[in-house]
Every structure is written in structure tokens, then in C-alpha cells.
């Protein structure tokens, strides 16, 4: 079956304790995304990867790191999360860009 | 500030009837246009797309018009569903996909 997954699905955590959220995807995409949704503000772009060691910075990536070694791999790492980084994430793939992305079914993050 | 507006949190329509979600983008560089829908627990999926050189897109129940000097799109379910509640995204590109910019969502009720 294609998909993007994501692990964990919830983690609470405390601030400063680094942590990472994996990201795979079986369909061979060249694109990758990491998203955050919060209230009110809908979903918005951490970062993103056009291909291997090709990435940019989204709306929002402070805070955050990534890396493509691999291109089915696509993970979020948090040197020293804190409580405003509480959120829900989504890693999506895309193809070609154009005709939208496939999402994962989300990690649901808490700071505390 | 926000560059996709989506002005209405919720939305409630009768099964059978239309329901009419609204979408404003305020960067005249978007070129290209998407609807998500999302359920809970789940990633958002991608619904249909308009390029800016269209004015309408159709695909089964689902259109989406396009006004381009209004800097306005319109998603069009008909007939209506219980199975469409969800929250719709609308999200624009001006980058071929690379960076996909999303309104805050609007929650659609259809009740049977």
C-alpha cells in the first residue's frame, strides 16, 4: 500500500529533551514536506526537500532541523523542544509537486 | 498575515443540498490551487486542483471555480453527504508545489 508514515503517533515530552519524528514513504517521491497544524492557523510549512541533500526552510522552521540522506526519509528533529512547539505535525510526499501531496496520518506532539 | 483566507470556521448543510466553501488568496503569484479534506486521527487528502488558467474544475461532486481578479475560489459539493463532514483546506502554489501555503480550514457538517 503507498504511504507516508509517520512515528510516534503521540509523544509528551519535557522541554529540552531532544527528540525526532520519523518519516518514510513507499512511493518513491521526490518531494517531501513537514507540516504543523494549530488552531486557528491551519497547516503550516516547516520545511521541505525537493530531492537527496535538497532542503529548504517553510514559514515556520525555527526550532527545527531535518535531513535527506535517503529519499524515502524524511525526518524532524527537535534539539530542545519547548512548549510552543506543542502541536500537531504532518510529513507529507509529493511526486511532482504539482498535483498535491499524500499526507501522513500525523503526530500529535506536547511540550510540557 | 495569512495569504489563504478561509473566512468561515464551520459550516452546517442539509444531506442532499449543496454545500459551498469559500476560499480568498491575497498573493497574486499563486498560480495553482488544492482542497484537502481531512477527517480526525487521519492526514489531510488531497481533492481536486484548478490551475489558474482554468475557471473550473469538476470531478464528480466535486467543482472548484476559480475567480482569479476577485482572488477567490469556491469548492462546490452536490449533492452533500454525511460521509463530506470533515474540515476542508484550501492551499495555493507559486512554486509548483514546492511550498504549499493553507488556509485555517472550515468544518462541514452535513446532517441527514
Known amino acids: 500500500e503507498a504511504q507516508v508514515t509517520q512515528n510516534p503517533r503521540y509523544l509528551i515530552t519535557v522541554t529540552g529533551k531532544k527528540l525526532t519524528v520519523t518519516c518514510s514513504q513507499n512511493?518513491?517521491?521526490?518531494?517531501m514536506s513537514w507540516y504543523r497544524q494549530d488552531p486557528g492557523l491551519g497547516l503550516r510549512q516547516i520545511y521541505y526537500?525537493?530531492?537527496?541533500?535538497?532542503?529548504d526552510k517553510g514559514d515556520v522552521p525555527e526550532g527545527y532541523k531535518v535531513s535527506r540522506k535517503e529519499k524515502r526519509n524524511f525526518p524532524l528533529i527537535l534539539e530542545s523542544p519547548s512548549p510552543n512547539q506543542t502541536s500537531l505535525y504532518f510529513c507529507?510526499?509529493?511526486?511532482?509537486?504539482?498535483?498535491?501531496?499524500?499526507f501522513g496520518s500525523g503526530t500529535r506532539l506536547t511540550v510540557v | 498575515d495569512q495569504q489563504v483566507k478561509q473566512n468561515s470556521p464551520s459550516l452546517s448543510v442539509q444531506e442532499g443540498r449543496i454545500s459551498i466553501l469559500n476560499c480568498d488568496y491575497t498573493?497574486?503569484?499563486?498560480?495553482?490551487f488544492l482542497w484537502y479534506k481531512k477527517y480526525p486521527a487521519e492526514g489531510p487528502t488531497f481533492l481536486i486542483s484548478?490551475?489558474?488558467?482554468?475557471d473550473k474544475n469538476e470531478d464528480g461532486r466535486f467543482t472548484v471555480f476559480l475567480n482569479k481578479s476577485a482572488k477567490h475560489l469556491s469548492l462546490h459539493i452536490v449533492p452533500s453527504q454525511p460521509g463530506d463532514s470533515a474540515v476542508y483546506f484550501c492551499?495555493?502554489?507559486?512554486?509548483?508545489?514546492?511550498?504549499?501555503?493553507f488556509g485555517a480550514g472550515t468544518i462541514l457538517r452535513v446532517k441527514s
Open positions: 512511493m518513491n517521491h521526490e518531494y
Open positions: 526537500s525537493m530531492n537527496v541533500e535538497v532542503t
Open positions: 498573493n497574486s503569484m499563486f498560480d495553482y
Open positions: 507529507a510526499s509529493s511526486a511532482t509537486g504539482l498535483y498535491g501531496y499524500t
Open positions: 484548478i490551475s489558474s488558467i482554468k
Open positions: 492551499a495555493a502554489s507559486m512554486e509548483y508545489g514546492n511550498k504549499l501555503v
